[in-house]
């Protein structure tokens, strides 16, 4: 039975050394080929600091949005039934079909130089606005990316949620606030870390937007993108690359260490 067990694990442990092991091992030697100063190039050289550091604050804000956002429409929608709620859904995450160059492409329809916006500025006030090529336009295009993910999730915990506890609380004199704060909130946490986790880590690697957008905010994918496209500074470009990775796994990892327990001492 071993010996069967081993065959058939070869071709799973065979994908693995070539497909992860062995870039990974390659990843995180390559900085060395420069000196061991390479590592810490994204803490010691401004422009790498501000990149990490403005990918970090974009991808927690937007993770912050999405989620308050999602968890009020999953509330609505899984909490109620009328007729067009499962087309009102299906619109809704519709964006999942798109990738990050088309949900790009929308804001720049929206808020780029020929964009809508441009053009009733123009009109109102002789002057063309534009947003969708700094922080505002990044902003709106992984809010865009990132909320049909959060509203599948919340929906769905919020249809399993029993109105046991609720009605209690209502022949208990207890206002919506209430129910709220200490039955919808505990029920959800656990959905909120999970997909926060997801949507942070998302955010931070989001590439197809960012390129289409950032022309005037940089985010670390498009630095690191730029590094070993038009640099061939492979190892730099693979020091970036860690540091990106590590904050990513730490966010993850404290999601799924310590998520159970926060959310269950909210409940």
Avoid: H
């Avoid at 499962?86 to 990738?99: E, N, Q, V, Y």
């Avoid at 947003?131 to 809010?143: K, T």
Wanted: some cysteine; glycine content about 8%.
């Amino acid at each position: 039975m071993k010996g069967v067990a081993a065959i058939c694990a070869a071709p799973a442990a065979a994908v693995f050394a070539a497909f992860w092991l062995l870039p990974m091992t390659w990843l995180v030697a390559l900085p060395a080929s420069k000196g061991a100063a390479t590592y810490f190039a994204v803490l010691t050289e401004p422009r790498y600091l501000a990149s990490l550091v403005q990918t970090t604050l974009l991808s927690a804000l937007v993770t912050v949005v999405s989620l308050v956002l999602a968890a009020a429409v999953g509330l609505y929608l899984g909490r109620r039934r009328f007729r067009g709620r499962r087309l009102l859904l299906a619109t809704l995450t519709l964006p999942l079909a798109f990738p990050g160059v088309i949900i790009g492409f929308f804001v720049i329809l929206l808020g780029g130089r020929q964009g809508a916006i441009a053009a009733w500025s123009e009109a109102l006030t002789g002057t063309r606005f534009t947003l969708a090529y700094g922080l505002a336009g990044l902003f709106l295009g992984y809010v865009y990316f990132s909320l049909p993910r959060a509203i599948v999730a919340f929906t769905a915990a919020a249809e399993s949620m029993g109105d046991e506890l609720e009605d209690a609380a209502r022949s208990l004199g207890a206002t919506r606030r209430w129910i709220a704060r200490d039955v919808w909130l505990p029920a959800l946490t656990p959905t909120a870390l999970a997909c926060g986790a997801i949507l942070f880590a998302t955010a931070m690697g989001a590439f197809g937007t960012a390129f289409t957008l950032s022309s005037r905010f940089e985010v670390l994918p498009i630095t690191i993108y730029n590094e070993f496209t038009n640099y061939a500074n492979f190892a730099l470009a693979a020091s970036l690359s860690i540091a990106l990775g590590l904050i990513t796994w730490l966010v993850l990892f404290v999601a799924r260490r310590f998520g159970p327990q926060l959310a269950a001492g909210g409940a």
